[in-house]
């Protein structure tokens, strides 16, 4: 079996982990609203990688799609490859990943390097190959990947994004 690559945002957890960040970033830390700005004006990677140091985030009390990660330990018990591969900053993935023990290997947005979209497709195909891998993931952005995937399996998304897929993909499973 191809290696089962997993998105975070929206996909395992039910809510973007920046967004939390930046949630809670302005009622605990309101000083730092103007220089998020400023952060972002170097790009959407160095603003992750910069609230993530001032912000943590606690991995237990975040909401989980449980059917999803009850399908991944099954995957996981059978013997297949499992790697969370995000848009969120290394720092948050690598937490949600200790607490989860699931992913073999992490994969997420770095200070330079947001990996959303294309970039991720880039960097799946370079790692795992063209149609090596199966991607697990719940949005537009992961049209890119789904293209290059071999199986799609499409988490809380419109029925929009679920007739895209199917136009893309060989095999479209839907959570």
Do not use: M
């Not at 900053?89 to 947001?114: C, D, P, T």
């Not at 959303?116 to 537009?140: P, Q, T, W």
């Not at 890119?144 to 029925?159: D, G, M, Q, R, Y």
Request: proline share 1%; charged share 25%.
């Amino acid at each position: 079996k191809f290696p089962l690559i997993v998105d975070l945002d929206g996909t395992i957890t039910k809510y973007d982990t920046t967004l939390i960040l930046i949630i809670k970033l302005l009622f605990t830390k309101t000083y730092l609203i103007v220089i998020l700005f400023f952060y972002l004006l170097k790009g959407r990677a160095f603003l992750k990688y910069k609230i993530s140091h001032f912000i943590q985030i606690d991995a237990k009390n975040l909401t989980y799609n449980k059917n999803l990660i009850k399908y991944l330990k099954k995957e996981k018990k059978n013997g297949r490859k499992i790697v969370l591969c995000t848009g969120s900053n290394l720092k948050i993935a690598n937490s949600i990943s200790k607490y989860l023990n699931l992913f073999s290997k992490v994969y997420a947005s770095n200070e330079s390097l947001n990996l959303k979209g294309e970039n991720k497709a880039i960097k799946l195909v370079k790692i795992f190959g063209f149609k090596k891998f199966d991607y697990v993931g719940n949005s537009f952005d992961d049209l890119a990947v789904w293209k290059n995937s071999n199986n799609a399996i499409v988490v809380n998304a419109s029925k929009n994004l679920i007739k895209k897929v199917k136009k893309i993909s060989n095999s479209v499973i839907i959570f």
